[in-house]
């Protein structure tokens, strides 16, 4: 099956569907690579990476799969250049950057043949990484897990405004609260040509991540998610012990200091290794409501398309009568 748009034109791929770089879930081979020998679009997670680890799981991909994969990068992490400079020397099909400016790898990127793709989450960094060169979009609204952009402006209305302020000078990718075909139907009827899907690929037998947390995102409602640590880079986390304690530290008032204390204490790494869903950092985004089964990657990609012709079949037609 193939659903053409034009972020599957440019990045080479069958389907519109982007598995959203997580840092663990798929900071290893097996997600990145079962979900683009199925057609999509598989993505490593850089950020708690290792560079020799790195460069071992983007090797192994790449010796596994002809097909496009991409590796994600938050510009603010620890040794960035360093790991800029590794990508660089795999000359990596695309990479996606995120948490910084474009300019500080565009140049050196695009002269080596690499697509680039910058994260985004409003109309103002959407034009100026456009203006700087870039030759894609992830747009992100605040039902996405992870760091969600601090305003909590609705994918719904983030997207179309920048499809409307870009109009057709770069493809996007829509991101935050993506987790079926009518999902992705969503997406491309709001002027993206893909779909960002992060939490839904938790739910796999190939995300890199403790049988616990997966456990907690399929328990988890609509409801079950927070935003924790304004000011501290705010994170989307499932409400456990951890958001709890950080709720009630941000009710009452609490100094910067202290609720710094208190969310530094705690990781995205004890929940996502260890299994400590009640102390660690649950990162997962709304679209963990939608998400009601354990599935292997490659068949949720093909089941993501069918549900979106399925939907698309259900859409009314219009009458000029």
Wanted: with cysteine.
């Amino acid at each position: 099956m193939k659903i053409v748009t034009n972020v599957t034109r440019l990045l080479g791929i069958d389907l519109p569907v982007i598995q959203a770089g997580m840092s663990w879930a798929s900071s290893s081979a097996a997600l990145p690579l079962a979900v683009s020998e199925a057609g999509g679009l598989g993505v490593i997670a850089a950020g708690p990476m290792y560079p020799d680890a790195l460069a071992r799981t983007i090797d192994e991909v790449r010796a596994a799969t002809e097909r496009p994969f991409a590796v994600n990068l938050p510009l603010y992490r620890q040794g960035a250049d360093e790991v800029l400079d590794l990508l660089l020397e795999r000359r990596i099909p695309i990479l996606i950057a995120s948490q910084g400016g474009p300019r500080r790898y565009l140049d050196r990127f695009k002269a080596a043949g690499t697509i680039c793709i910058h994260v985004v989450a409003g109309e103002e960094h959407a034009l100026k990484a456009v203006e700087a060169g870039v030759d894609g979009l992830v747009v992100v609204g605040g039902e996405a897990g992870g760091h969600p952009p601090v305003e909590l402006v609705s994918t719904l209305v983030v997207v179309r405004a920048v499809a409307r302020a870009v109009g057709d000078t770069v493809p996007i990718i829509a991101s935050g609260g993506f987790a079926d075909g009518a999902g992705l139907a969503a997406a491309l009827a709001l002027g993206a040509g893909a779909a960002n899907f992060g939490t839904r690929f938790i739910a796999t037998p190939e995300a890199n991540v403790h049988p616990a947390y997966k456990q907690a995102v399929l328990a988890a409602g609509t409801t079950g998610t927070r935003t924790v640590g304004r000011g501290l880079g705010m994170i989307r986390t499932l409400s456990n012990t951890f958001a709890e304690r950080m709720v009630a530290l941000e009710t009452a008032g609490a100094s910067l200091d202290e609720r710094k204390a208190v969310f530094a204490a705690h990781s995205l790494k004890m929940a996502a290794l260890d299994g400590d869903v009640a102390e660690g950092k649950v990162e997962a985004g709304q679209s963990a409501g939608l998400v009601g089964d354990l599935v292997p990657a490659g068949e949720l990609v093909r089941r993501i398309a069918w549900e979106y012709l399925q939907t698309v079949e259900r859409l009314p037609r219009a009458s000029l009568q």
